[in-house]
């Protein structure tokens, strides 16, 4: 699930597209670079996300299972690359 893109499904962020940065039992840590950053992810119940069939790249899931320094910009290129494939669709 690591490199996943969801949205979220309740609360005030309703709709907004995350990456899941980490899983923890049936929560999941999300970032979406801008106001969630790779260093403040928000922790968000399984139950209230919502799985897109799409992933981030590869080389940035080995990032993040390696526990390197990840920017706020890639996570940001990440859900920008996705948007502008949806849109071509």
Same mark, same amino acid.
């Given at each position: ?21 980490? $899983?923890?039992? !049936?929560?999941? /840590?999300?970032?979406?670079? #801008? ?8 922790? %968000?119940? &399984? ?17 993040? $299972?390696?526990? !390197?320094?990840? /920017?706020?910009?890639?996570? #940001? ?8 494939? %949806?849109? &071509?669709?």
């Amino acid at each position: 699930m690591i490199g996943q893109l969801v949205k979220a499904k309740a609360g005030h962020d309703k709709d907004t597209l995350y990456v899941v940065f980490r $899983e923890a039992g !049936e929560f999941v /840590y999300l970032c979406d670079g #801008k106001t969630k950053t790779p260093d403040k992810c928000k922790k %968000k119940s &399984k139950k209230h996300i919502q799985l897109i069939n799409a992933f981030v790249s590869r080389e940035l899931i080995e990032k993040i $299972e390696k526990n !390197e320094t990840i /920017y706020p910009e890639e996570i #940001k290129f990440e859900l920008k690359k996705y948007l502008i494939s %949806k849109d &071509k669709k």
